[in-house]
């Protein structure tokens, strides 16, 4: 597709329900990451995807998060028994290569945790 | 501890003005500074600095990188209502980019 694609847009979801939020890069780009931000704040890193090589899990918060990516295509980042403290846009970029490449962002997952 | 720390925080200004936002970064294995604006939805890529010293334009916008000091600022100069924004800055190394707070500005007419 012409950009990163994320997907649900909004997600409200109840206190300890689990929640899937699916990433689509940007078809070529062999980085991917997740970022999340809460109201007012900057970007907070969770995981990073090159290639084939072991993701860099180093910014997950807890074991409650994960995250998948299938090849050099789409990506899932699951949160399990959600917390109110969950609540955040959930942002994916992807990038041709790391670190030395400009991210393209996705619009975002707004995540609501009731 | 990788870190990016910009300043100010965040700014109001009137339509007309110039303003400098400042952006210093302790990055391990350090390859590039990128500045991005967002505004309500996804950051857009500004800027992506990797040499000392050498600026970069676009329109209004301006930015140079100090390896040597490890900062870089972003200049707008002119500013415009439609400039009003959360600017970020990012260091990049071989994987993770690790971004700033943002400074946030509010441009008046």
């Known amino acids: 597709g012409a950009g990163v694609s994320q997907s649900p847009s909004n997600k409200v979801t109840e206190k300890g329900k689990d929640v899937e939020l699916r990433c689509d890069p940007i078809?070529?780009?062999?980085?991917l990451y997740w970022y999340r931000q809460r109201l007012g704040q900057g970007l907070e890193f969770l995981i990073y995807?090159?290639?084939?090589?072991?993701?860099?899990k180093s910014g997950l918060p807890s074991d409650r998060f994960s995250a998948e990516r299938t090849g050099e295509s789409v990506s899932t980042l699951t949160i399990q028994r959600t917390q109110q403290e969950d609540s955040a846009v959930y942002l994916c970029?992807?990038?041709?290569?790391?670190?030395?490449?400009?991210?393209?962002f996705g619009n975002g997952t707004r995540l609501t945790v009731t | 501890e990788d870190k990016v720390v910009q300043s100010p925080l965040s700014l109001v200004v009137h339509e007309g003005d110039t303003v400098t936002l400042n952006c210093s970064y302790e990055v391990t294995n350090f390859r590039s500074l990128l500045w991005y604006k967002q505004e309500k939805k996804a950051p857009t890529f500004l800027f992506m600095l990797t040499s000392s010293g050498i600026e970069k334009k676009s329109g209004r916008l301006s930015s140079i990188l100090d390896k040597k000091e490890l900062f870089s600022i972003l200049n707008i100069t002119a500013t415009q209502t439609g400039d009003s924004a959360i600017y970020l800055c990012a260091g990049g190394s071989q994987g993770n980019l690790i971004f700033g707070k943002g400074t946030k500005l509010s441009v008046k007419p």
């Open positions: 078809s070529g780009h062999t980085a």
């Open positions: 995807f090159q290639g084939n090589s072991a993701p860099d």
């Open positions: 970029a992807s990038s041709s290569t790391s670190g030395a490449s400009p991210l393209h």
